[in-house]
């Protein structure tokens, strides 16, 4: 059929009231369902019913994603009571086939038993595209259409960003991307720049299992930190896989090799207006186009309508982008409140509203998410990670243990992290009724774990924080979104959605429902971002804190150290941060190259803010080389401390000990507190007595002290001083060891205050300060290297070595310490890895092997 007319005819359907009642009246019977209500009224005739199934065969032949989505919808909807219908069975498969959907066939043939057969044309149709639309290099995997039109693109452009939804499979595209890119000649080294530390292991985890064996046998390796020159004696080349911070470390290192692609994944991150980092992101990114100016360029974001402002804010052709709205799977949104006992439909752009019986019957919200999440497995989005273990404790209590089989991979992974964090940490716990929470600051073999269990079915509740935000990859049937914040802050739109779009796991349902959930007159007071999913428009930090004179302003007053009244604090450490960074490009004018940022403001006619920045950046001893490494520091505060170095003229007084013991720790600790003036630049450590904590802390994380050892020695030391334990801010009374709420609570303190203040806070001023005596006296007399210390939790350098191979800090701690004898090393530097040996030797039981197994494959 012409495509023309098929759009035509497509445009009339949608605007067709008679389609539309009956699509009103499907999804009235899904809500019916779900919430245990009458279907007698609702049901589809005959005819209505077969009308329906034509109305998804002429939608699926458009080009529009919207029609697309809407042809998917139908059958998604009538599955259930409908599955077993021969004509259902028929339309539902010739719909897939057209949509180019192979995961929704597949699961109509294997959970559905679908054995129909396709009319001649459209099976002809499939095959063709089975064949074409192959995944290079693979068995059986097959784009779905949107996949390769965006595949297409991907491989005949140098610089493309794009966005879909949550549910797309971007970062399946992006890999088999990398695939093809692996083959170029010549070879080419490849950084992904990913948000989290989290992110860095996952997508270590999925290269190394769909990529291993093309990233050996074309001679590349993964790294996941800028600390390489240990590796540069193989003549390999490289995968990194970096967060801003370790790429702009990166960068700073003049004998690193050259870059030739850079895929940004999440880049909706430099648009997250109250995060300090989304100018990092933005800076990493900046200075390795300016570092490797003919790199190739993708950026890969969720939801996002206008993913050309990520090219744009680089100065980079805008119309290489792509977006869709075509899904794999569909979605089903509730809003439920409890207070007022009603639940709001969200069809379209209609919301029927209806209030079920078991609301009232059921009461709270815990039996609630039970009730709709029986048969399932369901995420429980919590605001804060104190809220998240509240609720999964809570959760547990309604939980019938007779009703939970616990199989024996929960009782092996409860063992391990009794062994690996303690004895009565709550999650071991609540994994035997099928509970678990999932947060950033959970060791990362925990979370792999946990991560694991959920994926595998041995977990049905997982209660979680923003972590799924960064883009973990937790697909689930159901998610139940009990605030609408992320943290303190409202949703974002994008935010929003790119949670909510986790509904729906592609091969194993054909849709998932996201349950709002309002039990507390203070949450879910705005409801508009519900609505919002297909107009999301994001606008990068730095171009939304120069856009308008109001802000400029700002940044002019931060110029001039003048104070910013009524901003927040975060508000105030973004614009200083901006203005670093004009400060710091102002002197690259001379040398002929004009950032992003310079060249904006010339057209903005701000030359009088350009030359109070080029003023206040000529008074600069310090380098540029430091400052270009340093930029979320105070300017002012980095060149003080450099000058103060160069003063200083005896090395031994400056140089940072080569033993890190307590003493050490805390002397340099209270040196730092007055040479960065932590009192008025960090929240954190505002109390300089704190010190004496963290140089306690620092001095075991240094030393290699395992976590359980840590933790172990924190309770003694509570318990013998009698100290006082502190929960959600309040005294709690002296510390009992007996108290699980005490014991947890320390943990979660001792694992949060590692990965945000020694290996955040700290590590960003060790790294500057190290930087700046490296620039003084050449990197052989520059003496230890604290930050990198820091960033690895050990002075070790074959521990070093196995982390930047993508282990954690125990498991190459533990590789060291029971399996040594199964690596290769020459000169106290690691060679390589006896396989064979390491993995008859270790220990199938110990929560170290599976990633092992992971990373080294097997």
């Not at 595209?129 to 005949?156: C, H, R």
């Not at 933005?282 to 003919?294: H, M, S």
């Not at 929560?847 to 992971?854: A, V």
């Amino acid at each position: 059929m012409n495509a023309i007319l098929i759009d035509k005819l497509t445009e009339d359907v949608l605007k067709d009231q008679y389609f539309k009642d009956l699509f009103f009246k499907a999804s009235n019977l899904l809500s019916a369902e779900l919430f245990n209500l009458p279907t007698r009224d609702i049901e589809l005739t005959e005819q209505e019913y077969v009308h329906l199934l034509r109305f998804a065969d002429i939608l699926s032949n458009s080009s529009d994603s919207k029609a697309r989505n809407k042809s998917y919808q139908i059958i998604s909807i009538l599955n259930h009571a409908y599955k077993e219908d021969p004509t259902y069975r028929t339309y539902s498969k010739a719909v897939f086939a057209k949509l180019g959907n192979f995961p929704a066939i597949e699961y109509l043939e294997k959970k559905d038993k679908n054995p129909a057969q396709l009319p001649f044309d459209r099976n002809l149709e499939k095959t063709a595209k089975e064949i074409i639309q192959s995944v290079p290099d693979t068995e059986g995997l097959i784009f779905t259409d949107i996949q390769y039109a965006l595949f297409t693109k991907l491989k005949n452009s140098k610089l493309f960003s794009f966005s879909g939804p949550t549910s797309m499979g971007k970062s399946f595209i992006i890999k088999s991307f990398i695939r093809e890119v692996l083959r170029n000649t010549p070879r080419e080294n490849l950084v992904i720049m990913v948000p989290t530390r989290a992110l860095i292991n996952q997508f270590t985890l999925d290269l190394k299992s769909e990529l291993g064996k093309y990233i050996e046998e074309y001679g590349y390796k993964i790294v996941t930190n800028s600390n390489v020159s240990d590796l540069l004696e193989d003549n390999s080349n490289y995968i990194f896989i970096l967060t801003p911070e370790r790429l702009l470390s990166y960068l700073s290192k003049k004998d690193n090799p050259s870059l030739g692609f850079i895929f940004v994944d999440e880049a909706h991150k430099i648009a997250s207006h109250n995060d300090l980092r989304s100018v990092t992101a933005y800076k990493a990114i900046e200075k390795t186009l300016q570092t490797f100016t003919d790199i190739n360029l993708y950026f890969a974001s969720p939801n996002v309508s206008n993913p050309e402002i990520f090219l744009e804010v680089f100065n980079k052709n805008p119309t290489r982008n792509f977006h869709t709205v075509e899904a794999p799977v569909s979605q089903n949104l509730f809003f439920i409140n409890m207070l007022e006992l009603s639940v709001s439909h969200y069809i379209d752009d209609y919301i029927k509203i209806f209030n079920p019986g078991l609301l009232s019957d059921l009461r709270e919200t815990n039996n609630l998410i039970k009730y709709l999440g029986k048969n399932d497995y369901n995420i429980v989005y919590c605001n804060s990670k104190t809220t998240t273990i509240e609720k999964s404790f809570q959760f547990t209590n309604i939980v019938n243990k007779e009703e939970f089989l616990i199989s024996q991979e929960t009782k092996k992974a409860i063992k391990q992290i009794k062994s690996y964090i303690h004895e009565d940490f709550y999650l071991a716990s609540f994994l035997e009724v099928g509970v678990a929470y999932h947060f950033g600051s959970l060791p990362q073999l925990v979370r792999n774990l946990v991560e694991n269990l959920y994926r595998e079915g041995h977990v049905k509740y997982l209660f979680c924080t923003s972590t799924l935000l960064e883009g973990v990859n937790l697909p689930t049937k159901n998610i139940f979104i009990l605030v609408n914040k992320n943290g303190r802050s409202q949703f974002t739109d994008i935010d929003f959605w790119n949670l909510a779009g986790r509904a729906g796991r592609l091969k194993k349902e054909l849709s998932g429902n996201i349950y709002c959930i309002k039990d507390d007159a203070s949450n879910w007071k705005n409801t508009t971002v519900l609505q919002q999913k297909d107009n999301i428009k994001l606008k990068a930090t730095i171009n939304k804190k120069t856009d308008t004179e109001k802000d400029l302003k700002k940044i002019e007053k931060t110029l001039l150290n003048k104070d910013i009244k009524n901003a927040t604090l975060t508000e105030k450490e973004i614009l200083e941060y901006i203005a670093n960074i004009i400060c710091i490009d102002t002197l690259k004018i001379d040398r002929g190259y004009q950032s992003p940022v310079i060249q904006k403001l010339i057209e903005k006619n701000k030359s009088e803010l350009i030359s109070i920045a080029q003023n206040k950046a000529e008074k600069l001893k310090i380098p540029l080389s430091v400052l270009n490494s340093n930029q979320s520091i105070d300017i002012e505060i980095q060149n003080k401390v450099y000058n103060s170095i160069i003063e200083r003229k005896d090395t031994s007084s400056v140089l940072l000990p080569k033993k890190v013991d307590y003493y050490n720790c805390l002397e340099v600790l209270l040196q730092f507190y007055d040479y960065y003036e932590w009192s008025k630049k960090e929240k954190n450590l505002k109390n300089r007595s704190s010190l004496s904590y963290f140089a306690l802390l620092m001095n075991q994380w240094i030393n290699g002290t395992s976590l359980n050892q840590i933790i172990k020695e924190s309770i003694d030391y509570y318990e013998s001083n009698g100290r006082h334990i502190y929960i959600a801010h309040e005294d709690a009374g002296i510390f009992n060891k007996n108290n699980k709420e005490h014991i947890n609570t320390l943990i979660s303190n001792i694992i949060e205050d590692i990965e945000g203040t020694l290996r955040y806070s700290f590590e960003k001023y060790f790294t500057h300060y190290y930087a700046s005596l490296v620039e003084i006296f050449g990197e052989e007399n520059a003496g230890a290297n604290w930050s990198q210390f820091l960033e690895y939790g050990t002075q070790n350098r074959l521990s070093i070595a196995l982390q930047n191979l993508g282990v954690s800090r125990h498991t190459a701690n533990y590789i060291l310490e029971k399996h040594k004898n199964a690596l290769i090393i020459e000169n106290n530097k690691l060679k390589g890895i006896n396989k064979n040996k390491l993995f008859a030797d270790v220990d199938k039981t110990n929560i170290e092997y599976e990633e092992i197994k992971s990373i080294f494959g097997y």
